[in-house]
């Protein structure tokens, strides 16, 4: 009897799937050590870059144990380093922070997912290191004066209660009574996140149309620049309608390099990933906010993030450049 039984599909899958996110961060993270010309930030990337190179490394030890063939994911042949910067000091660690942040809601994922205590543990132990590097960049941006706190509140005095079923208003059946009550901080919290992870993307994929080699996808680079500035302005109204300021990051604006660091195929990939976790990320706004008005607004975002995500997905199948995860046994074909 083996010492352990065999991978089953949904910890085949999510591993397959930290293969790719995984590789492509290496990529990432090679370029940004090499261009970072701030010594404590230099060491935050470099230091992840070995965490997450001995990951990958576990992850194709277990392919291999279990005579499943190791992903493509993404390779040198996918990141420049000769090339000049791209990115101004400081969006390094907010792009690192964001990657983070990512991977913590995937591998607290994936743990409910895994059943093998070594698959388990392996995504436990991936957890515990996104978390680490989560805090020390936001602390590195915090001390630089690059990342901006939430908005600030009066402390509550006394418990309230909800009294009545306007509380959930935004849309008055009175057509003349425009009033919405003022936001409350949860719904704050989360307004604020998705104008500061809508600047970083802003910015990430303002860079990548920049030195983009294909047309079309400089193009598709481009509209997600517009659709992110839109989602800002318009959280930043609603903030504004509650006398709310929201201040945005200050660092890491794009240079005018337009020599590519990274691959379309990488570039395109980075994208849909951050689309995926936009997705979710309003999926929580929705599911959190109490007042009618900001669900529908979040609904509507998801929905216009679907459809640019669904676009990136027929550019990379029309490219070659969509690895198709592994797929379970199509009995009809093995029976006929």
């Given at each position: 009897?083996?010492?352990?039984?065999?991978?089953?599909?949904?910890e085949l899958g999510t591993l397959w799937l930290t293969y790719q996110e995984k590789t492509m961060a290496l990529r990432l993270l090679e370029y940004f050590k090499l261009k970072a010309d701030d010594d404590q930030a230099k060491d935050i990337i470099t230091n992840l870059y070995e965490e997450v190179e001995h990951f990958i490394e576990k992850i194709n030890a277990t392919f291999q144990q279990e005579g499943a063939v190791i992903p493509v994911g993404f390779t040198s042949e996918d990141v420049n380093i000769g090339v000049p910067k791209l990115y101004d000091s400081g969006f390094d660690i907010m792009f690192v922070r964001l990657l983070n942040e990512i991977s913590m809601g995937l591998h607290s994922l994936n743990i409910t997912m895994s059943f093998r205590e070594d698959i388990t543990?392996?995504?436990?132990?991936?957890?515990?290191?996104?978390?680490?590097?989560?805090?020390?960049c936001t602390q590195y941006l915090l001390e630089k004066g690059l990342l901006p706190r939430s908005p600030y509140v009066s402390m509550p005095k006394s418990v309230e209660f909800v009294k009545d079923k306007d509380y959930l208003g935004g849309f008055p059946m009175n057509p003349f009574n425009n009033k919405k009550r003022t936001l409350n901080t949860v719904e704050v919290s989360h307004l604020h996140h998705s104008i500061e992870s809508n600047v970083t993307g802003m910015q990430m994929i303002t860079g990548f149309a920049q030195c983009a080699s294909n047309e079309e996808i400089r193009k598709y680079f481009l509209e997600g620049a517009e659709l992110s500035k839109s989602i800002i302005k318009e959280i930043r109204e609603v903030l504004l309608e509650s006398n709310v300021l929201s201040?945005?990051?200050?660092?890491?604006?794009?240079?005018?390099?337009?020599?590519?660091?990274?691959?379309?195929?990488?570039?395109?990939?980075?994208?849909?990933?951050?689309?995926?976790?936009a997705m979710g990320s309003n999926s929580l706004g929705t599911a959190f906010s109490l007042r009618n008005d900001l669900a529908a607004k979040n609904a509507a975002f998801m929905?216009?993030?679907?459809?640019?995500?669904?676009?990136?997905?027929?550019?990379?199948?029309?490219?070659?450049?969509?690895?198709?995860?592994?797929?379970?046994?199509?009995?009809?074909?093995?029976?006929?």
């Open positions: 009897m083996p010492d352990k039984p065999a991978i089953s599909s949904s543990i392996m995504f436990k132990e991936m957890t515990a290191v996104t978390q680490k590097y989560y805090l020390l201040p945005e990051p200050s660092g890491g604006h794009v240079t005018r390099s337009t020599s590519a660091p990274f691959s379309d195929k990488l570039m395109m990939y980075c994208t849909s990933l951050f689309c995926s976790f929905k216009d993030i679907f459809e640019y995500a669904h676009k990136a997905a027929k550019i990379m199948i029309k490219n070659g450049w969509m690895e198709e995860p592994p797929q379970m046994e199509e009995r009809k074909q093995i029976i006929e």
